[in-house]
């Protein structure tokens, strides 16, 4: 049976975790808050006293982590992954979306102690992660990807990129494509509403055509019925947007639509917001009518 050591169990790693669990992998869990290790304990995750531990045992380590400070710090850190000593053959699986100079500096570290290393950044969210249905973009030489892929077909669709570094360029793509499209969506709803359009009825209704997208789907309709529980934070796509904006800077790039949809973010979260859904950017939109 192959050991899976996940370290992280916060929304998306909880997914990933009760998924592998089912495929039957032993998992082996570790976070920062006791809290989450002992929730994870329902669906069969073990917990392991310390990250080392977790690497002495595991097959392949997976990191499913909010920062790219958490990933640094849990790879390189004094008590980290490599400290450990137990690397040495062995896989790392970041599924966290890190940023690129990170992804470069814990790829180099793990792979000088004889481990290989995957980015390997997702998107579809904590549903899909426990479904099996995500979209898994990953980079990693063929050595590290072929370690890699048996266990990431069986959580999404997984596409090789290429070298290390292009999972995590491909999730920029990602976001790109994805989150300016929740502001995209917070509009069309408060256009549907001022028309007097029943918008409960417009993902039906456009789904044939080219208006259509998962965010169209999945996320609008948190934002019809105002149902802002998180299945991923505000502060988190926030997060994204800016690491999105860093990168592009340094590649002289200009995106002013991803700009303005940061922006966005930025004000929800100051106005103590960052604790909901993403979907909940439609509240900086007043309906017609409403008062803001």
């Known amino acids: 049976m192959t050991t899976i050591g996940f370290i992280g169990l916060g929304l998306m790693g909880s997914g990933f975790t009760k998924r592998l669990r089912e495929l039957d992998y032993r ?3 570790h976070d920062r808050e006791a809290e989450k290790v002992s929730a994870a304990a329902a669906w069969g995750v073990e917990p392991a006293g310390s990250l080392a531990a977790l690497c002495a045992e595991a097959d392949i380590i997976a990191l499913c982590l909010t920062t790219s400070d958490a990933v640094a710090s849990v790879v390189t850190g ?7 000593r137990k690397l ?3 896989t790392v699986v970041d599924f966290s979306t890190t940023e690129m100079a990170v992804t470069h500096q814990v790829a180099a570290a793990i792979e000088a102690v004889g481990g290989r290393f995957v ?3 997702v998107s579809g969210g904590p549903g899909a992660a426990e479904t099996g249905t995500l979209a898994i973009m990953f980079g990693g030489s063929e050595q590290a990807a072929e370690a890699a892929r048996p266990m990431l077909e069986q959580l999404g669709r997984a596409t090789h990129m290429g070298a290390i570094g292009t999972g995590q360029a491909t999730k920029l793509v990602n976001q790109v494509l994805c989150l300016t499209n929740y502001c995209v969506a917070a509009e069309a709803l408060r256009l549907a509403q001022a028309y007097g359009v029943d ?9 044939p055509g080219l208006g259509n997208s998962a965010v169209l789907q999945a996320i609008y309709p948190r934002m019809v019925e105002e149902d802002f529980a998180p299945r991923g934070y505000a502060r988190q796509i926030l997060k994204d947007f800016e690491m999105l904006h860093s990168a592009t800077k340094a590649q002289h790039l200009a995106l002013p639509m991803s700009a303005q949809a940061m922006t966005m973010f930025r004000m929800l979260v100051a106005q103590g917001d960052g604790e909901l859904d993403g979907a909940a950017v439609v509240k900086l939109l007043p309906e017609v009518g409403r008062k803001a």
């Open 27 to 29: 998992v082996i869990g």
């Open 78 to 84: 004094a008590d980290g992954l490599v400290a450990s």
């Open 88 to 90: 040495s053959g062995r």
């Open 119 to 121: 980015d390997a950044p």
């Open 199 to 207: 918008a409960a009825k417009i993902p039906h209704a456009l789904e």
